[in-house]
């Protein structure tokens, strides 16, 4: 039987209990602003102003991350008569001033203000006024590389609300859209626009119609790793700037118009509710042959499928024809949602030995 001696085994613990010690105060302070900035290079810097920032957003301290723990709990050698005094003054609704943060990314940290954070976390606040001076990431990573587009295109557009992107250079994508639409605003109205007017104009006429228009057609579910920004920026660029022709999607056409000024006019038209979903119809026939005595129970059950319109009992070399009729997204090709549907719906039908599948080309259908 092997033998441990308290030589062998006292350092594995020992290395044990420090790296558990390690993690633990890991966890029991705020994050160090000086070392995230050294970490990301962050050194160059932006003002932001006064606005309100969501307390769960501030993870750290500029210089005192060691008096609180990450919940902004303050240390036991840290006096509570000052917190107490700051809940005090905010439970009767006095104005204290703005705190004071640093901004790397998506993340603070307190230069001045650190009780005030406290309390207002204690007294169950979402959100603080801080004045904000942003440090920017100089690192080339490609999650530092697409934050500074980001920042320039916020800075540049200030719009109300946020535009999340995925991939690098679609920003820059946008601004050029907005400088287009500027433009021709300009020479529609033969008057001077600055830029961010045409920011505003550019999101409410045409970002924000044609995102609800991919949102209407339940687009993004086939791209989970995606925004309604990023799908925005593919279909608007291939459309409007390289009018390329696309395997997928030769519908879109009859939907949204190859000019986004056009687009712009054809929406303005239009309230939000009448905006078109980016679906279109497919037409197809199955052919079926089926085991002796099958036939009739077969007709039943596919004349239950609300895809189906008609079913036939013919003779001749197949036994059954089957009308469907199937909707897809403009993103997604004819034969996978057929070949789908077929394979899920029709041939795991007990009695179904055969089937051919037949897309029409081009049709003629007669009114009764």
Same mark, same amino acid.
């Given at each position: 039987?092997?033998?441990?001696? @308290?030589?062998?085994?006292? /350092? ?41 920032? *969501? ?45 004071? &943060? ?6 603070? =940290? ?7 954070? *406290? ?17 920017? /990431? ?10 500074? $587009? ?16 995925? $991939?690098?250079?679609? =920003?820059? =994508? ?17 008057? @001077? ?21 991919? $949102? ?20 608007? =660029? ?18 949204? /118009? ?10 303005? $038209? ?34 239950? &499928?609300?895809?189906? !319109? ?53 049709? !003629?259908?007669?009114?009764?």
């Amino acid at each position: 039987m092997d033998t441990f001696s @308290s030589k062998s085994t006292k /350092p594995g613990w020992l290395s044990k209990l420090g790296l558990f010690r390690k993690h633990r105060r890991k966890r029991d302070v705020l994050k160090s602003f000086k070392e995230d900035q050294q970490r990301e290079a962050a050194f160059d810097t932006r003002a932001r102003g006064i606005r309100p920032v *969501a307390l769960n957003q501030i993870v750290g301290s500029v210089g005192r991350y060691l008096d609180f723990d990450d919940s902004f709990n303050p240390k036991q050698h840290i006096p509570q008569d000052r917190l107490q005094a700051i809940k005090n003054a905010m439970r009767g609704g006095k104005s204290l001033p703005p705190v004071k &943060l640093y901004q790397i990314k998506d993340e603070y =940290y307190v230069l001045d203000g650190n009780h005030r954070i *406290a309390a207002a976390k204690e007294l169950g606040w979402q959100d603080i006024d801080a004045r904000i001076v942003e440090f920017i /990431p100089s690192k080339n990573t490609i999650e530092n590389i697409l934050y500074r $587009e980001k920042t320039e295109f916020d800075d540049r557009t200030q719009l109300p609300a946020t535009i999340r992107l995925t $991939e690098i250079g679609q =920003y820059p =994508y946008l601004l050029k859209q907005i400088a287009d639409h500027k433009l021709y605003l300009e020479e529609e109205s033969e008057n @001077s626009i600055n830029f961010l007017m045409a920011a505003k104009d550019w999101y409410r006429s045409i970002f924000s119609p044609m995102a609800a228009i991919i $949102e209407k057609g339940r687009i993004i579910e086939s791209f989970p790793q995606r925004t309604l920004a990023d799908l925005y920026t593919y279909i608007s =660029y291939y459309h409007w700037d390289q009018g390329r022709q696309r395997r997928y999607g030769i519908g879109i056409d009859q939907l949204i /118009p190859n000019n986004m000024e056009e687009f712009r006019r054809k929406m303005a $038209e239009k309230k939000g509710y009448e905006y078109p979903e980016m679906k279109r119809s497919i037409i197809t026939y199955v052919l079926m042959t089926t085991k002796a005595k099958n036939e009739y129970k077969l007709l039943d059950k596919l004349f239950e &499928l609300k895809e189906v !319109k008609e079913v036939h009992s013919v003779h001749g070399s197949f036994d059954i024809i089957v009308k469907i009729i199937l909707t897809r997204d403009l993103l997604s090709s004819d034969a996978e949602i057929i070949g789908r549907f077929v394979h899920e719906n029709i041939r795991q039908m007990p009695g179904v030995i055969t089937t051919q599948t037949l897309i029409p080309g081009r049709s !003629k259908i007669k009114e009764n």
